[in-house]
């Protein structure tokens, strides 16, 4: 579905000149067979931010919460207009008449702040009297800094801008009407490090120099100003344009910006633009930039060591019979990793941790990431990392979801691995999707074998009964609705059982304490399946003193997985894989059609959430404000796999997660 209609826009050409961008490349991420991701693409959605930035005017920037009251909507609003309001302060000249100026020592490089004292008389002279004195603490300066603050004082201060503008162009600008790059940084620089950090700020000072959301939003706004040479600024609602004499932004910041600029400076400055207080650039972030940035012009930065090794073919002296053919350094360490937990788990005999047996109730078939989920246990299995117990499947119709799972079960190789059907799930009706059951040929039985699969509720009394006998414990993994689980322990018997043999509780969910009691959190959404299920089951764990984890849904975007996952497992041509890749295109392509619709899933996840959040169209080149892509125009872009119960897998295993991290990317 397109909102907009088509049109054609070309990518610019190169700079010739010193290339910041090249210098900070890092490694490009292929997130799928065509379709690369560029780190330096990944700029402030500008668009987006310009659209709820003239909407924070009137308070139309935000939605009602489900359950908010009238009075709390309308503080919050007012809270919001309150912002823009601070923002257009910082433009009005008033504000500024009994302040002060910076006082910069050439020899020292220093910059003390100087205090009007007689502001009647610098409001009708423009001048500083005899009696000012500096306040404050010293700060830092630079070469250079002195004499644009000067002219950024007397013009932009002093409400010019098109002074201010011509100013600095006939001082700066090179030969071919454009200023350097450098000098770019460099007046970026002045500008951010004129802010006093609120922690040196002193009594009386003026609000307009405290470094805080807004006055960085004001530092963005000059450095755009001087970028677009005064373009591209709708100065009614206080923000970027995204049209100027009917041109377009996008297509100017590709076709003149990033021909004269480098994306970097372009990402940092509308970065300072963000609608939102908190995706703001901070003051220390910039500055240590700056100085890593302008440390390039000098010819002193030394680039982090890049590890390519990560990536090249997994070729050991000595290759364990465990381990797979065709894997990478990363990838082979990993499986090195399990199998040394094995023996040293071996070796500790009963001293140390045991081998977890995992009982798991899951949706199959609903989402791609439970049979993920299951392809991670086979695997953890195989390895004698983890020891299957059973599985139950969920879910309206729960019956076709547990023969999907006899059938995967069987495929992977563990006949012996029992599967139930469980419950309904959910207290409202479920629809089930096109993508959900389709292409499952290759590997699910015939409906006479429904007969085989026993009641979920028989299934966990035999697997505990099972583990009390042999004097063992399970660990649950629930990664679907709590219903089948609260109904197991609402019985007598089911209660007894699980007091006795559940050693611990893996969620992907989310609960809270509230008042000392652990309160299931209904926003999850597999808590919100039987919200009063998941409650029952939440108090149970709390009252019996059961350890728990809970994995939500900001863990599993931290931990995103490229599709190209997905791809290798269908070029496997085992069953599970094409029909893997079938689901995630089916899934994200629903997913991005319930955006682009008047009622998506949740009220932030719109058409522009998406394709900024789940899907490599910006951040392979494409602009904010071309034409939104059609969902089959965006297939080659989904760009992640969203494992949330993958992710559960990982905690259900004692003492594993600080043996398999790695260094996160910086």
Request: charged letters at 30%; a negative charge; one cysteine or more.
């Amino acid at each position: 579905m397109s909102k907009r209609p088509r049109s054609e826009a070309s990518e610019g050409s190169s700079r010739g000149s010193l290339n910041i961008d090249e210098a900070f490349q890092r490694k490009k991420q292929k997130t799928s067979a065509t379709i690369v991701s560029d780190e330096q693409n990944k700029m402030d959605d500008w668009y987006y931010s310009s659209n709820l930035s003239r909407a924070q005017r009137y308070g139309k920037n935000i939605v009602k919460y489900k359950g908010e009251t009238d009075e709390g909507f309308a503080k919050r609003q007012e809270d919001e207009i309150a912002k823009w309001r601070k923002r257009r302060e910082l433009d009005t000249r008033e504000n500024f008449n009994t302040c002060g100026r910076w006082q910069y020592d050439d020899d020292t490089l220093e910059k003390r702040w100087i205090k009007r004292q007689n502001s009647d008389l610098v409001n009708r002279t423009g001048h500083l009297t005899l009696q000012d004195e500096p306040v404050g603490g010293i700060f830092p300066a630079h070469e250079g800094d002195k004499e644009f603050s000067k002219i950024y004082r007397e013009f932009w201060i002093g409400d010019n801008k098109q002074r201010f503008l011509e100013t600095i162009y006939d001082k700066y600008k090179d030969e071919d009407g454009n200023i350097p790059e450098k000098k770019l940084w460099e007046i970026f620089r002045c500008l951010v490090s004129e802010l006093v950090p609120k922690k040196q700020a002193w009594e009386g000072i003026p609000d307009y120099i405290v470094a805080n959301p807004h006055t960085i939003w004001h530092v963005g706004k000059c450095m755009f100003y001087i970028l677009t040479n005064g373009r591209f600024w709708d100065e009614d609602s206080n923000t970027l344009n995204p049209l100027d004499d009917g041109k377009k932004f996008g297509e100017f910041k590709v076709k003149v910006l990033q021909k004269k600029y480098s994306r970097n400076l372009i990402k940092y400055i509308v970065g300072c633009l963000s609608a939102a207080d908190e995706a703001r650039f901070v003051q220390r972030t910039l500055l240590d930039h700056f100085e890593t940035v302008l440390s390039v012009y000098d010819g002193t930065y030394v680039s982090e060591a890049e590890d390519d090794t990560a990536d090249m073919p997994y070729e050991p002296r000595s290759k364990n019979p465990l381990i797979p053919d065709g894997l990478t350094n990363a990838e082979g360490g990993v499986y090195e990793k399990l199998i040394r937990i094995v023996a040293k788990r071996q070796k500790a005999g009963r001293r140390g941790h045991k081998t977890p047996h995992i009982i798991t109730i899951t949706d199959l078939a609903k989402d791609y990431d439970d049979l993920t989920a299951m392809l991670c246990l086979k695997e953890l299995n195989r390895l004698g990392v983890v020891t299957l117990a059973g599985f139950v499947a969920n879910l309206m119709p729960a019956d076709r979801r547990a023969l999907f799972g006899r059938g995967a079960l069987d495929s992977l190789g563990l006949p012996k691995v029992p599967m139930g059907v469980g419950t309904k799930g959910s207290q409202k009706p479920h629809e089930v999707l096109d993508y959900e059951f389709a292409g499952i040929n290759d590997f699910m039985p015939p409906d006479e074998r429904l007969n085989e699969l026993p009641d979920g509720q028989d299934l966990l009394k035999t697997v505990f009964e099972k583990a009390i006998k042999e004097n063992r414990k399970l660990t649950f993994l629930g990664i679907s609705s709590l219903m089948d689980i609260a109904e197991f322990a609402s019985t007598e018997e089911g209660a007894e059982l699980l007091k006795k043999g559940l050693s611990n509780v893996v969620l992907q969910g989310g609960y809270r304490m509230v008042d000392d009691k652990l309160i299931a959190d209904p926003e999850a959404a597999n808590n919100g399946f039987d919200i009063d299920g998941a409650q029952i089951f939440h108090t149970f764990m709390q009252e019996n003193k059961i350890p728990s984890a809970v994995w939500t849904k900001v863990a599993t975007f931290a931990t995103a997985i490229p599709t190209t996952v997905f791809e290798f497992m269908e070029d496997t041509q085992h069953p599970l894989g094409p029909y893997l890749r079938k689901v995630q295109i089916g899934q994200d392509s629903s997913f991005y059609l319930k955006a682009c619709s008047d009622k998506p899933f949740a009220p932030h996840m719109t058409q522009p959430w998406y394709l900024k959040n789940r899907s490599a169209w910006l951040s392979s080149g494409h602009e904010p404000d071309e034409p939104y892509p059609t969902v089959e125009e965006l297939v080659p872009f989904f760009i992640n796999i969203i494992a949330y119960d993958a992710l559960g897998v990982e905690y259900s295993l004692p003492g594993i997660i600080s043996l398999l991290c790695l260094p996160t990317p910086q």
